[in-house]
């Protein structure tokens, strides 16, 4: 059974970081490429970062691209997302997603709010 399990949300100040983390079973995760993206409140769902394979390459929304890291553990099935300098903008949902080839998957999200 497929399962992404996202954790590392909740309430932060703005100018505040978070670390998101998502934990993937019941596939090659090494394998499938991951990635970040967020919806606000009557949004649509946006990019914000995805990493390749092997770690060798990432890239980046343009909303959150230089306040935002990507990273993965292929040992420990995990991609995490270190978020600075956050913005009261920022507060959305965050889903993790794995997709290969026709193989994509999602995982169900956690809140980020950004307030004081």
């Known amino acids: 059974q497929v399962q992404l399990v996202e954790s590392g949300g909740g309430l932060v100040q703005p100018g505040g970081s978070l670390r998101l983390s998502c934990a993937a079973s019941?596939?090659?995760?090494?394998?499938?490429?991951m990635k970040w993206y967020r919806q606000a409140p009557g949004k649509e769902r946006e990019l914000v970062a995805r990493?390749?394979?092997?770690?060798?390459?990432?890239s980046y929304g343009d909303s959150m691209k230089g306040r935002v890291t990507i990273s993965r553990d292929n040992a420990k099935n995990t991609v995490y997302l270190q978020m600075s300098s956050l913005k009261p903008e920022d507060t959305a949902v965050y889903y993790c997603n794995a997709g290969v080839n026709l193989y994509n998957y999602w995982g169900q999200g956690t809140q980020v709010t950004v307030s004081s």
């Open positions: 990493i390749s394979t092997l770690a060798g390459s990432t």
């Open positions: 019941g596939f090659t995760f090494s394998s499938y490429v």
